[in-house]
């Protein structure tokens, strides 16, 4: 195979060229190096390239594999979300904040990933702390959709899934927390998966809204998706909510057929103001569902369209909370600039803290503060658990759920940056699955006017296999994974 097309394999297709010797680690990862160095100022997905440190342990897995040892990702090279910390290597959040900030100790995923001799190729670009639908709100640049480099890639994921998108890795790790994972990955032609909240540690995530974030494989078809999900999940002391449960081999989830499946389309869904071309792909791909032997029903989940403003509640405490550790004193940016401490420590916060970051810690702070928080935080609290009652209940009927991942395809860099709430809007099809705390994927199911669609599927707490079963018997029967923008 030419070094030019290396960059375009999946994991499990690079997996078996390194095992048979036709290619090595360090020529696969030299491959990617290439194509970041020859794109990268198209698309903007890193924020940090670790060329070196990539070429040194691709050696390493070279060695690995040569000793016949190989695990599932040994050799493989990856991007991961720049709020993943990395010992020795810059974790910044996209924010002026922690531009400086450099890691002790590595998130407890890239540890599991580093166990198996992966190749770390860099950081990707963010919103800054996560918060953004569209990567415009990082503090150093925008990134690009790689289908159409004037359009958003979404977000908060934006680097991670344009990365994996323009085949400038093999796979990268996101996180989410209202749908950075699966509304990226829709806007970019990808798969992006977020598991059952506690399934994979959040150890090492920089926080923004602990009781929604989650950490989860974005990949460019299923099969990578399980792969990846398999080394990065399972129990981990280091997390106060990791979930002590048996993990299974979800690669055997994979089968052909969606025989005796129960699914469910739920008309919370299918929105006014939804764009038609997005309603028609979703529509066809379900009639797809039926052709692979799946049941198919409508369905209702009524307290879904209360979810948007739920978690502009939660999210923006849990943030403001989590953000006040961000003063200027131990780590960080910090500014002198002021007469007292505490004039100090509030002009670090302004300087170092960007609009949308500023915008959400004061929504979170009213919510909590005194006379306020009976009315909004513990209302949302209460409404959040109709919500996750409801989705319980849906799954006494239904093995899982379909529905579209984004009301939209990717919009153009600057249309929504004047209108938060247009914003936020983005993600009303995929917030509901963190207030649940359930898991959902997204792959690829069309083009509207030559940009990705994306389908969205939801099953029950630790409903992983399901998931997988469903994608992947979907996106068997169909191309759309295999179309490859063209930059």
């Not at 399972?234 to 025989?259: E, F, Q, W």
């Amino acid at each position: 195979m030419a070094k030019s097309d290396l960059a375009s394999l999946t994991v499990h297709q690079a997996r078996k060229l390194l095992d048979s010797r036709q290619a090595s680690s360090a020529e696969l990862t030299g491959a990617l190096l290439d194509r970041i160095a020859a794109i990268e100022p198209k698309v903007d997905a890193y924020l940090t390239v670790t060329r070196e440190v990539a070429l040194k342990q691709a050696d390493a897995a070279d060695m690995r594999i040569a000793a016949g040892e190989a695990a599932p990702l040994t050799g493989i090279p990856l991007q991961l979300k720049d709020n993943l910390c990395t010992r020795g290597i810059p974790t910044t959040c996209s924010s002026r904040m922690l531009e400086k900030f450099v890691p002790p100790y590595d998130a407890t995923v890239w540890q599991k990933l580093s166990s198996q001799n992966a190749v770390l190729l860099g950081k990707g670009n963010l919103d800054e702390f996560a918060m953004g639908s569209s990567t415009e709100n990082s503090a150093f640049k925008p990134t690009r959709n790689p289908w159409d480099t004037s359009r958003v890639p979404g977000g908060s994921s934006g680097g991670p899934a344009a990365a994996a998108a323009a085949d400038e890795c093999l796979f990268a790790l996101g996180s989410d927390t209202g749908g950075s994972i699966r509304q990226p990955a829709a806007l970019c032609g990808i798969v992006g998966l977020k598991p059952t909240y506690g399934l994979v540690s959040r150890y090492g995530l920089v926080a923004f809204a602990s009781s929604l974030d989650q950490i989860g494989p974005m990949t460019k078809d299923v099969t990578d998706s399980a792969l990846v999900l398999n080394a990065i999940a399972g129990h981990d002391p280091c997390d106060s909510t990791s979930l002590n449960v048996p993990i299974s081999d979800y690669t055997k989830a994979l089968k052909p057929d969606l025989k005796g499946m129960r699914l469910g389309v739920p008309k919370e869904y299918f929105v006014q103001g939804m764009e038609p071309g997005v309603e028609k792909a979703v529509r066809e791909a379900i009639k797809v569902l039926e052709g692979l032997g799946a049941t198919v029903a409508e369905t209702s989940l009524p307290h879904s369209r209360y979810a948007l403003a739920v978690y502009y509640i939660l999210a923006p405490s849990e943030a403001s909370a989590n953000l006040a550790r961000y003063d200027g004193v131990k780590y960080g940016f910090s500014t002198s600039d002021g007469q007292t401490m505490w004039e100090a420590m509030e002009k670090t916060k302004q300087q170092g803290f960007g609009p949308e970051v500023k915008r959400r810690i004061m929504l979170g702070t009213y919510a909590l503060s005194a006379g306020y928080y009976d009315a909004y935080y513990l209302r949302a609290q209460k409404v959040r658990t109709l919500i996750r009652q409801e989705f319980a209940k849906a799954f006494q009927e239904f093995d899982a759920l379909v529905a579209p991942t984004s009301p939209s395809v990717a919009f153009a860099l600057g249309a929504k940056t004047a209108d938060p709430i247009q914003m936020y809007l983005n993600d009303v099809f995929t917030i509901p699955v963190n207030i649940a705390g359930i898991p959902a994927i997204s792959v690829p199911a069309g083009f509207v006017d030559g940009l990705p669609v994306g389908l969205q599927f939801m099953a029950k707490h630790l409903g992983e296999e399901t998931l997988l079963r469903a994608a992947y018997a979907y996106e068997q029967a169909t191309e759309w994974h295999k179309h490859k923008p063209k930059l």
